[in-house]
């Protein structure tokens, strides 16, 4: 699996944005931008994920670089309940059969 | 609504015991299901694939004889953790493809498993 690259953590203020940034220099052409977060204590949950184009949805918003060797997930107002670990993971086509490749993430810190 | 659950969620157990953990699809079926093992302040690790009808595929480094999968029926998956030591102490997640893609995975709440 191509490798991804995040900050170790990040702090952010309470109804706030907030970008987290992933590097996948190596990403090849078939593969997918997805994101997961994981809360304390609990089993990660689906966020998002992307190819080439911007993706909104419910819970946040996915930018893509032009070159695809970056991302950013957008948090557009961050909640105490958004106080996770996120994964930014590469799944190439195809591979939704295959297990999930977990880099160290970032941690989220929102203050109140 | 949780579409993946656990059973149990914790759980307690002395050194050379055995612990099965369960992991069920909610409402879809699960040909394919991941068990993943995370320990403290780490990220979560691929220990096997669970595949309904035949046998698990482990990871790397990963013992089949202490961690047996079995997948008895399209919901269900279950992880037993033979002759448990304590350094087995960790938190067990499954996870299984979001139908019909199967790109978006569900995970499980998780299982605390501690070994005395």
């Known amino acids: 699996d191509a490798k991804t690259t995040q900050p170790n953590s990040m702090e952010s203020n309470e109804e706030e944005p907030v970008h987290l940034p992933c590097n996948h220099s190596t990403i090849s052409g078939t593969d997918y931008i997805h994101w997961y977060r994981q809360l304390p204590s609990q089993g990660p949950e689906y966020v998002i994920h992307?190819?080439?184009s911007n993706v909104n949805n419910r819970m946040a918003s996915l930018a893509i670089a032009e070159d695809r060797k970056s991302s950013t997930l957008i948090l557009h107002r961050a909640t105490l309940r958004d106080a996770a670990v996120y994964y930014c993971?590469?799944?190439?086509?195809?591979?939704?059969?295959?297990?999930?490749?977990f880099g160290k993430g970032t941690h989220l810190i929102i203050q109140p | 609504g949780a579409v993946v659950s656990q059973h149990p969620s914790r759980v307690i157990c002395k050194s050379g015991t055995s612990v099965k953990i369960e992991c069920r699809s909610l409402?879809?079926?699960?040909?394919?299901m991941f068990w993943y093992r995370q320990f403290p302040k780490k990220s979560l690790m691929l220990m096997a694939t669970?595949?309904?009808?035949?046998?698990?595929?482990?990871e790397q480094g990963v013992e089949k004889d202490k961690f047996l999968i079995n997948h008895a029926s399209l919901t269900l998956s279950t992880l037993t953790v033979t002759s448990a030591h304590p350094e087995d102490s960790s938190f067990y997640i499954c996870?299984?493809?979001?139908?019909?893609?199967?790109?978006?995975?569900?995970f499980g709440p998780g299982t605390r498993l501690t070994v005395t």
């Open positions: 409402d879809f079926q699960a040909t394919t």
């Open positions: 996870s299984a493809p979001r139908p019909p893609s199967g790109y978006e995975q569900y």
């Open positions: 992307g190819l080439t």
């Open positions: 993971i590469l799944i190439p086509s195809g591979g939704g059969a295959d297990g999930l490749t």
């Open positions: 669970s595949n309904e009808g035949s046998k698990a595929t482990y």
